[in-house]
């Protein structure tokens, strides 16, 4: 018989979060059947490495410095060499004080306020990244969520409803709302008699009639009820003069204008739906906590310039970016994480098939633009806590911070994430530019924009000299023909980071791919 008074699931998972933390929430999830969406069974399990082995490892970003623990723990003596001053690499943080210098040499100071940054690059963790979560845990890295889909956001497209941003709740409701009604009448009319059951095509109007808020009559029209989920023209309030008005609808043609299932379809992406998390403090959160663990293994401004290789041992010639001194090391083993739009022009001593792959990955020009403002007017203004705002601008989107809310003090919001042929424009400009681009296309969305804005930063990933891009863009033919022989292990030489996996552009590939690429070298090394 069931105990009555034992605690549902969700009470369950509503405790173990109060207690634990969200970490602590997550990994009980998956121990429970929920969440387990990726291929990580848990860290490597290497043991028995030989007395005195060897490994170099080329760069201190996530994949790196993961090689570097695990490998350390197993008893290998790990030595990195990486090319900046910090380590972390793509998982970083830009704060008041920091400065940001592109490949020209044009440098940014940062002048953000304290407690305020932008994430240049990985800026969320979806909820199914079970690699990272996990050493996040291991490594004590705080997390707090963060904000996806926010229906109180704008979707704005410059040439639909006269350009004005519209609420997402208006128009993703009355999308949903028209479209309800045109299947539900089709089926009523038998349009579509041959395709479904007499009970399926009941139970089909039932659930449009309900999913689309429509009426007796299979109609999508203003309403009360409808009003409930698109908002209201004057919302229900207390008293005298309590009661609501309810909106009216847009037209079809014009929620169609819209594109409005851009941004619904977005969120049903697979490492875009909620929940996701964040490291509270910003990115570079996760970055630190790996570093604090292999910080002694690292030497910094050390510019690789070739990698060579022999049945005995692999030797790693390098530069020191601030006096010029050339120097080497000499291991039994190497793993390589060195973005291959850098690695590809490198004297590197491995197969033609090899080289051939690492050249034939392009990188993407992604540009960010954070925007600090006096105040959070789209909080105090707007009341949108956190999530996004869409737009057909280059700028893409306007994204708001997700800590700190209802507080009294500067704040930041991501002003543009120009990807594409958008992303190479952003980057083209100058920092000042840019800034004036995000500020001119965003008050589109926010008039408040000019008034309220303090200071601003940028990062153009195409013109920074450590990655020349932001992360790898595999085509589906060179997927076919390259990806294999890219993480196939060549001689005492083994390649991870995200461009050696299937989920590209995700620190959870970086690290998958450095689990696999360090469990092979292991047992390469075993039988050597």
């Given at each position: 018989m069931d105990d009555i008074n034992a605690p549902t699931r969700r009470q369950l998972f509503?405790?173990?979060?109060?207690?634990?933390?969200?970490?602590?929430?997550?990994?009980?999830?998956t121990?429970?059947?929920h969440a387990a969406e990726t291929q990580f069974h848990g860290p490597p399990v290497l043991s028995g490495a030989k007395k005195g082995a060897t490994v170099v490892v080329l760069g201190a970003g996530l994949a790196g410095m993961l090689a570097a623990y695990e490998l350390a723990k197993a008893g290998y003596k790990v030595q990195i060499l990486e090319y900046q001053t910090r380590a972390g690499g793509r998982n970083y943080t830009l704060r008041g004080g920091d400065s940001h210098t592109e490949i020209d040499g044009t440098t940014q100071q940062v002048g953000f306020a304290p407690g305020n940054y932008l994430n240049p690059g990985p800026w969320r963790i979806p909820h199914h990244h079970r690699t990272l979560l996990h050493y996040c845990k291991a490594l004590g890295v705080a997390l707090e969520p963060f904000i996806q889909l926010n229906h109180n956001a704008y979707i704005h497209n410059t040439d639909a409803l006269g350009g004005?941003?519209?609420r997402y709740k208006e128009l993703a409701t009355d999308f949903k709302g028209h479209i309800s009604e045109l299947l539900g009448k089709s089926l009523n009319q038998g349009a579509l008699d041959d395709k479904v059951t007499a009970e399926d095509k009941e139970r089909l109007i039932d659930a449009l009639r309900n999913w689309g808020v429509l009426d007796k009559k299979l109609s999508y029209a203003s309403s009360l009820k409808v009003s409930g989920q698109r908002g209201y023209d004057v919302p229900p309030g207390g008293g005298v003069t309590g009661a609501p008005t309810a909106s009216q609808i847009d037209s079809l043609h014009d929620v169609l204008d819209s594109k409005?299932?851009?941004?619904?379809s977005f969120y049903f992406t697979y490492v875009m739906q909620t929940t996701m998390f964040q490291p509270v403090g910003g990115i570079d959160m996760i970055g630190k906590a790996f570093a604090r663990e292999v910080g002694q293994m690292i030497t910094y401004n050390a510019r690789v310039s070739k990698i060579a290789q022999n049945d005995q041992g692999v030797e790693i010639t390098y530069a020191d970016n601030s006096t010029g001194i050339v120097g080497t090391v000499k291991a039994d083993w190497c793993v390589c994480t060195i973005p291959l739009s850098v690695l590809g022009q490198l004297d590197v001593q491995v197969s033609d098939a090899k080289v051939a792959a690492i050249k034939a990955v392009p990188y993407s020009g992604m540009v960010k633009t954070g925007l600090e403002f006096k105040r959070r007017f789209w909080e105090e203004d707007e009341s949108?806590?956190?999530?996004?705002s869409f737009t057909d601008q280059p700028i893409s989107l306007i994204s708001y911070p997700n800590f700190d809310f209802f507080k009294k003090s500067p704040a930041?919001?991501?002003g543009a994430f120009a990807s594409g042929a958008a992303g190479y424009q952003f980057a083209g400009m100058t920092p000042e530019q840019r800034i004036e681009a995000a500020l001119a296309q965003g008050e589109k969305i926010h008039p408040q924009y000019r008034q309220e804005f303090m200071n601003g930063t940028s990062v153009a990933w195409s013109r920074v000299p450590w990655t020349l891009g932001c992360c790898a863009q595999w085509s589906e033919d060179a997927r076919k023909q390259h990806y294999q022989n890219l993480v196939s292990m060549d001689g005492r030489v083994v390649l991870a980071g995200e461009h050696a996996s299937y989920y590209g552009c995700w620190m959870e590939g970086a690290m998958l791919s450095s689990i696999d690429a360090i469990t092979r070298l292991h047992k390469r090394a075993l039988e050597a």
């Open positions: 509503e405790t173990i979060g109060k207690a634990g933390g969200l970490v602590a929430l997550y990994q009980s999830m121990a429970l059947g004005k941003p519209i409005v299932w851009n941004t619904m949108i806590y956190g999530g996004h930041v919001l991501l």
